[in-house]
Nanobody, 122 residues
Framework: QVQLVESGGGLVQAGGSLRLSCEASGSIFRVNTMGWYRQAPGNERELVAIVTSGGSTIYADSVKGRFTISRDNAKNTVSLQMNSLKPEDTAVYYC????????????????WGQGTQVTVSS
């Protein structure tokens, strides 16, 4: 079992900044990718940003230049610095991690955090 615990989020005015953090723990052998997704009411969950263990990143077009994803491989943590926030960034943000567990068969895992609310007021 791999658990993800998120922190951060909250209410901020448009143009402001927030930082989300997430830590993976449990039976981890290796975490390949870590990332953030978001889901606004009535919408499907969408990718915000992901980062590989090698440091390669992918961002949604809507957040490029405003959000920065980073990770600490030694601590199995990932953070999302969100600047110049817009009301359309309002959503529940979910941490995601994928990799392999440390059981004897090195089973793959994909885990999600419980979600944290980000609300941007205009």
């Amino acid at each position: 079992q791999v658990q993800l615990v998120e922190s951060g989020g909250g209410l901020v005015q448009a143009g402001g900044s927030l930082r989300l953090s997430c830590e993976a723990s449990g039976s981890i052998f290796r975490v390949n990718t870590m990332g953030w997704y978001r889901q606004a009411p009535g919408n499907e969950r969408e990718l915000v940003a992901i980062v590989t263990s090698g440091g390669s990143t992918i961002y949604a077009d809507s957040v490029k230049g405003r959000f920065t994803i980073s990770r600490d491989n030694a601590k199995n943590t990932v953070s999302l610095q969100m600047n110049s926030l817009k009301p359309e960034d309002t959503a529940v943000y979910y941490c995601n991690a994928a990799g392999y567990t440390d059981d004897y068969i090195r089973a793959p895992f994909i885990s999600w955090g419980q979600g944290t609310q980000v609300t941007v007021s205009s």
